[in-house]
């Protein structure tokens, strides 16, 4: 008997079908280059979260006068603690998720990220840099074992011990420098590297606050309609005729004077490119939420006396989520475009590294320089082709003909 009831549940189990994101997502994997697209986003993810182990000045590990010593992990900021952390906990939770139950694994998650925050807090990372202190100390013999990273350049270590006039900056790519040196003398792979960080910041960050923005706005309007969508839609006529382009250089160009860190720049970036680009999210959540407001199982959530915010987001957003994950993929693109232009024409920001920034040295008053214009050209192609890519991807995955085609 045991056996006949273990035999129907694995039957079943198998006959059962996928859920529906399991089936978009393993449909939009199928298309042709999504993989070579993910390759590309991943090895860009990588060198963001580990780019001062891929590209560093600091020796990883020193043996020098007879002490040991990891100038590196000295010279971490806090973002790297912070990074390094949250990428560490989010691989522990992948890898812990059918051991542990969810109770659990939320509060090793907590605990975990309130560790690393406080570790992040207590950073204090030498304001004063001097990137050629173990190159003067190696070439005079003070060096007895040294561990460097792959590319052994920060990104504003602009190598002032090695200046040669007759040999002036920017140079094409050689043995020492792969990809060639900038106008300034900084090494481009290097400045390429820690340039991932913040083409992926800017556009994770600032997609997710427009997607907040216009989900939530979108809501509002698509589940009570009436007045409230009537004015929902003025507010996104308004923001749809403003020139959003425009609008991000006057923005920027406005409020640089006014920011005195480059901290504080990257966040001003991720806030103004959210604040202008909410309103297709708005548009793709107001027409899903007007067409599932009338369905059975939201009249049942209302019958059951659920509070509004349950119904909202717990019950129909995550039935509207297939368009809004569409239009993330492309809003993240355009965020990641918009940050390059606007550091190509000089608005962006002064001595953090930019894909943007490093193509707008390759044309100067003595000619063309094709490196510059190659390198962080093709990486700022390539990743939006690879964004653009899976969205195309995912939205033909979404599309109910497509079902229909493959019973």
Sequence with gaps: MSSAVSTSASFATAVAPRPWLARVLRAAAARPGVHAALFWLLAVGFCAVFAPLLANSYPIVVKMDGRWSSPMLAHLTRADVALLGFTFIAVLLVLLRRAMPRRALVATAGGLSAAVLLAAALVRPSAVHVYDEYRRAEALGRVQFILRAPVPYSPSDYLRDRWNPARPHPQPPSRQHPLGTDRNGGDILSRMIHACRLAMSIGFVSTGIALVVGTFIGGLMGYFAR?????????????????????????????????????????????????????????????????????????????????????????????????????????????????????????????????????????????????????????????????????????????????????
């Design 227 to 407: 007045w409230v969508d009537l004015i929902g839609m003025r507010l996104v006529e308004i923001f749809s005729a403003m020139p959003t382009t425009y609008l991000l250089l006057a923005c920027v160009a406005f409020l640089k004077p006014l920011v005195r860190s480059e901290t504080a720049m990257v966040y001003l970036f991720m806030v103004i490119i959210g604040l202008t680009g909410w309103v297709g999210y708005a548009r793709f959540t107001r027409a899903e939420f007007l067409k599932l407001r009338s369905q059975d199982f939201v009249y049942a959530a209302i019958a059951a006396g659920l509070p509004m915010r349950s119904v909202l987001f717990r019950h129909i957003l995550p039935n509207a989520v297939g368009p809004l994950l569409v239009g993330a993929t492309f809003g993240i693109a355009g965020a990641i475009l918009s940050e390059s232009m606007i550091s190509f024409l000089g608005l962006g920001l002064v001595d953090a590294p930019s894909w943007g920034q490093l193509l707008s040295g390759a044309v100067t008053a003595f000619g063309f320089r094709w490196w510059l214009a190659l390198f962080p050209g093709m990486a700022i192609f390539l990743t939006l082709f690879a964004y653009n890519l899976i969205g195309e991807a995912l939205r033909d995955a979404i599309d109910p003909r497509l079902w229909r085609a493959m019973r």
